[in-house]
Every structure is written in C-alpha cells, then in structure tokens.
C-alpha cells in the first residue's frame, strides 16, 4: 500500500469537514480533485475509507484506522522536519527556509530574496492556491509564502499568520492582435461573452473558479478550455486564436496584445505571508522591502 503524505491531508480534512464540498474550499481545490484524490487513497487502501451519504462523509472502520495513524505520522514528520532543520542551520550557519509561492514569473527571483537574507532554501512548493498556502504556513510545514490573494471573492486571510501586500494586480485579456477589440484600451467580459477562453490549471487554481463567478455576474458564458500550465495556456490560446489571462501584461507574446479587463471582482493583491516562528521571525520585514522592490522591477521590465 503507498499513501501519500498529500492524500492523508486530504483525508483527514475531510473528516474535519464532514462535507466533500466544505474539505475542498479549505484545501482550495475543486470538488472533483478532490474526490479523485479520495479514491486514489482508497484504492491504494484497498477498501473503502468513507461513507457518502445525504448527510454528508463519515469515515468507514478502515477509514477511522487510516485517520487515527495520519494524525500520528503527520505531526511526527513535522517534528522530524523540523529537527533537520535545526541540524542543518547548525551545521552551515544558514538557517534553511521552506518556501512557498504561485508560480508567477517573479518565482525565481523571490527565492532569490528569501538568499540574499542568509537563508537557505531547503524546499520550494509551488502551488496557486493562497488558501493551501496559508494553511500549510498556519501548520508550520512552510515558513513563507508569496501567493495571489482576490480580496472581493477569497475568505479573509487567518489573523494568525503574518503577511502584507507586495502589491496589487489588475486582470488583463491576451488576444490575438486580429481580434476586434485588440486596439481597446480596456474591455469587459460582457465584450467577450462569445469568445474562447483558454485557463490554466483547471483542477487547483482558484482563478479558474473565481473567473466563472466573474462571468456568472457579468451574464456571460464564454467557452472555455483549459490547460495544465500557464505556459501551455498561452501557447494553447495562441494556437486556438483564443484568449488568455494574465496578471502580468509586460510579458508579451508574438501576434498578441494585452488589454486591461475592468469591471470584475478579478482584481488580485500579490501577498506575503511568514510565520512568526523559523528563519524568518526576525527577518519578514526585510524580506517584505526586497520582495517588493523584486516584484516592482519585474512588472516594470520590458519583455517585448
């Protein structure tokens, strides 16, 4: 039997839950990633761990046996993280960071922000999800975060978790320089009601969601097709003659122009987020200066 450390979160999150609905928000994935990763532990189980009913999951007998070692064997490999790390830091003079992070084009060098302070990178997650990310910070499994938070449509970020705004993000449309409206200064969904979209990372990223309640809003009901990287997005919408989102409209491509989108609740604000314990105690505010001085001068570079 090989469960991954993953889907034991997975799980023990929704027995919390009681509701695969509820376990998705928390764990900011869709309803079904979410129940494909359930059954991905049960088959390799090999029986049934919950119950789906009316009323919502219960955990089987096997189920509550699985739980009751994933809530031994999680905290221990906290536990067993943390002491390497302190081994580590010990050894080398660098405390040694886990980091978590969107992956945007500034991914790098935000890493490279978290060195210049003295810390080593010991790990990188990179997931879409600021509300994984917060999670994973306010359980102490990273230590810091730069992730996209929508302030009109994600829950309010955990007073217990630290973070501040690098700084605010306006959606744009990539469209192929032959559409009717690439020569607008701006556009609204309700102008592009008929087109096709192309959206990255359909299964995890809150943005695709957050785009279909923006189109809910707007009475529109675009067709949309998906991809599994924001690279294979734009390529994808390239060869499609579709259109892409992005958040970084100076990263331009061949035969396309950016065009701001108004009039949505898409409007994002790029966040850091640190734990008050670790590497960063003392340095989050460092790091808060650097990273937005990073993020100013790669939404200022020209990419053309």
Not at 12 to 20: K, L, N
Request: hydrophobic share 45%.
């Amino acid at each position: 039997m090989d469960i991954e450390l993953q889907q034991l979160r997975i799980l023990q999150t929704v027995a919390e839950a009681g509701s695969i609905n509820r376990a998705a928000e928390e764990l900011g994935m869709s309803q079904s990633a979410l129940s494909r990763a359930l059954q991905r532990v049960e088959r390799a189980a090999g029986m049934p761990l919950v119950n789906r009913g009316q009323a919502g999951i219960t955990l089987t007998p096997a189920g509550t046996i699985v739980l009751g070692h994933a809530e031994t064997v999680l905290p221990a490999l906290r536990r067993m993280f943390s002491d390497v790390r302190s081994c580590l830091a010990a050894a080398g003079g660098r405390a040694p960071a886990r980091i978590g992070a969107a992956p945007a084009p500034a991914l790098t060098a935000f890493v490279r922000c978290v060195e210049d302070l003295g810390i080593a990178a010991l790990s990188l997650l990179v997931d879409e999800s600021g509300r994984r990310l917060t999670e994973l910070l306010a359980k102490n499994e990273i230590d810091v975060a730069m992730f996209r938070h929508f302030p009109e449509l994600d829950p309010e970020l955990p007073e217990h978790v630290r973070h501040a705004e690098i700084a605010a993000q306006s959606p744009h449309v990539c469209l192929p320089d032959t559409h009717p409206l690439a020569g607008r200064a701006e556009v609204r969904l309700s102008d592009l009601g008929t087109d096709h979209f192309v959206l990255s990372y359909p299964e995890c990223q809150p943005l695709t969601g957050h785009f279909q309640t923006a189109c809910g809003l707007a009475g529109v009901r675009p067709r949309i097709s998906y991809a599994n990287s924001a690279s294979a997005a734009i390529t994808l919408g390239e060869a499609l003659g579709a259109v892409t989102l992005t958040y970084w409209p100076n990263i331009t491509e061949p035969r396309r122009r950016h065009v701001a989108l108004r009039g949505t609740p898409l409007g994002a604000v790029m966040t850091l987020a640190w734990t008050d314990e670790g590497p960063l105690c003392d340095l989050g505010d460092q790091l808060l200066d650097s990273v937005r001085r990073m993020h100013a001068a790669c939404a200022s570079a020209d990419h053309d």
